[in-house]
């Protein structure tokens, strides 16, 4: 019987180390899958930090070179030849800090929609409706400015609503 109870005392050592060694293993597990999820997200977050910090500072570069201008919608007839187009137009500038305090004049609202209204004028729908028409007409503004607005430098124009009806 001493034999007998060896064996079973044998087995039950056996299982209770195996049971040991698989919650050690598990443990283990656990706390290197704790501690390598930790440094990912911290480095993760680091750089998610510190990308925000360096948009932001780019942004406010360039915010203090530029300013945004958005002007009221326009209604325009087209030149088409039976006259019964119109185009309706919502658009912002991009504008080089000429203000010392970058505040929006009433009189250079009112040059700068005479300016864009003389060249929404001049378009048909056939030139607006193209494939390349828009960008053609972003570019036509620009140099418009270029030309009558010496004082205001427009570095983009960017379209918010854009109709053309025939």
């Known amino acids: 019987m001493t034999s007998a109870t060896n064996t079973s005392k044998n087995a039950t050592g ?3 180390r195996l049971t ?3 919650m ?3 443990l ?3 706390i290197s899958g704790g501690l390598l999820t ?3 997200f911290r480095h993760a977050t680091h750089a998610l930090f510190m990308g925000a910090k360096k948009m932001s500072s780019k942004a406010e570069s360039i915010d203090r070179s530029t300013r945004v201008l958005v002007l009221d919608p326009f209604l325009v007839n ?3 030849p039976d006259g019964n187009s119109y185009l309706r137009l919502a658009l912002a500038l991009r504008l080089q800090n000429g203000n010392a305090k970058g505040t929006d004049t009433t009189s250079e609202k009112v040059e700068l929609r005479d300016t864009i209204l003389d060249v929404l004028a001049r378009q048909s729908s056939e ?3 193209s494939p390349n028409g828009k960008e053609i007409l972003k570019k036509q503004i620009m140099q418009a400015f270029s030309t009558h607005n010496e004082q205001e430098k427009v570095v983009s124009v960017y379209f918010t609503e854009v ?3 025939r």
């Open 78 to 80: 087209l030149s088409d």
């Open 163 to 165: 109709l053309v009806q």
């Open 20 to 22: 040991v060694c698989i």
């Open 24 to 26: 050690g293993i598990a």
């Open 127 to 129: 030139e607006l409706l």
């Open 14 to 16: 056996g299982r209770a």
């Open 28 to 30: 283990f597990s656990c």
């Open 38 to 40: 930790w440094i990912y």
